[in-house]
């Protein structure tokens, strides 16, 4: 018989055991690999993309026409606001009463009163004697205007000088002329023009040496004057306002007593019209005067060319009022 070692059934178990071991540690290192990511392997397994090939042009983006737009633009101009008639109502739509009944009350509770022009000067002069304020203090006039005209026409901005019946100025404007013709400015200066020259008053009026209240111009120096364009702005002559003419002594009168307003912010005429120290009678008149030419740039059967009017001074509160009473009537207009 041969003998055994004792070790020998002991390490052929262990053997055995770490076989099984590595077999058992290989299944679940695969199952991992597998469950966790993609395998990889020597060869690239990814396979070239193919891009879907179209048969069919694609639709080309529609543009609006230019009809459509006008059309639709039409359409928001037609949809007015909502005009609610008060006449028939006890009150106000959204408002307490008509006329507060107590003398201290919130204004946004009741409907605005629109007073008559007279009244609304008696107004003014009551607020300054109950303040205390400066009796000469300059009286204001705000207007609103609707520059609107037919076929989706609009009035341009204007710019004009008129004759106040009773002026408030005790300085006259200082104009100067601007000709090189020796009798026209001859003429100037009897009419008493502050300065007379030509082009050689370019420089000097760039170098702020010279200023006037008023330029007015010959139209065959116009061109050479063209370099002060950008310093005069506003005040560079032209022939919508009458500074650009032959009849130099017909502006002179003019500009020399003249009052001067115009349309700002495309809509607003803001201006002066008087002092409060004046009498009732003569500021109405200046009133009267500046509405009546303002009115005159659009044609009257357009309808009211001035949407609202308001009147102030430099301490009180604004006065709405009414300009159907300022201005004449149709009947008056025929007359003169």
């Known amino acids: 018989m041969v003998a055994l ?21 290989s299944g679940c290192q695969k199952q991992l690999l ?24 694609a639709v080309r983006a529609r543009k609006k026409d230019k009809k459509e737009e006008e059309k639709k633009k039409e359409k928001e101009e037609k949809k007015e606001k909502r005009i609610i008639d008060d006449k028939d109502r006890p009150k106000p739509f959204g408002k307490t009463a008509w006329v507060p009944v107590d003398d201290v009350y919130v204004k946004r509770f009741y409907a605005r009163v629109v007073h008559s022009a007279s009244d609304s000067i008696n107004m003014l002069k009551r607020f300054q004697k109950l303040d ?25 901005p204007f710019v004009t000088t008129v004759h106040l019946p009773h002026p408030f100025k005790t300085e006259i404007n200082k104009v100067l002329v601007f000709t090189e013709d020796s009798g026209q400015a001859k003429v100037a200066k009897e009419n008493g023009a502050a300065v007379v020259g030509g082009a050689e ?20 120096i116009l061109t050479k004057i063209l370099p002060l364009k950008n310093k005069l702005r506003k005040k560079f002559p032209k ?32 201006t002066q019209i008087a002092t409060l120290d004046m009498p ?33 001074t430099q301490t009180s509160e604004a006065v709405w009022f009414r300009t159907e009473s300022v201005l004449p009537t149709a009947a008056q207009t025929d007359e003169e």
């Open 5 to 25: 070692n004792s070790e020998g059934p002991l390490t052929a178990d262990m053997a055995t055991c770490t076989r099984n071991v590595w077999k058992v540690l």
């Open 34 to 57: 597998s469950a966790g990511g993609p395998s990889y392997s020597a060869v690239s397994q990814v396979a070239p993309r193919t891009l879907p090939i179209r048969t069919y042009a």
């Open 132 to 156: 205390f304020a400066p009796a000469d203090q300059p009286v204001y006039v705000d207007l609103k205007l609707d520059m609107k005209l037919e076929k989706k026409k609009k009035v341009d």
């Open 201 to 220: 008053l370019i420089q000097p009026i760039l170098d702020d040496e010279i200023s006037a209240d008023f330029y007015v111009a010959v139209p065959d």
């Open 239 to 270: 022939s919508k306002r009458g500074s650009v003419t032959n009849n130099i002594s017909q502006a002179l009168q003019l500009f020399k007593t003249g009052h001067e307003y115009m349309v700002e912010s495309d809509c607003f005429v803001r």
């Open 280 to 312: 009732s009678e003569q500021i109405f008149a200046n009133l009267q005067v500046i509405l009546t030419d303002v009115c005159s740039h659009r044609p009257a059967g357009l309808g009211p060319f001035v949407e609202r009017a308001i009147m102030s």
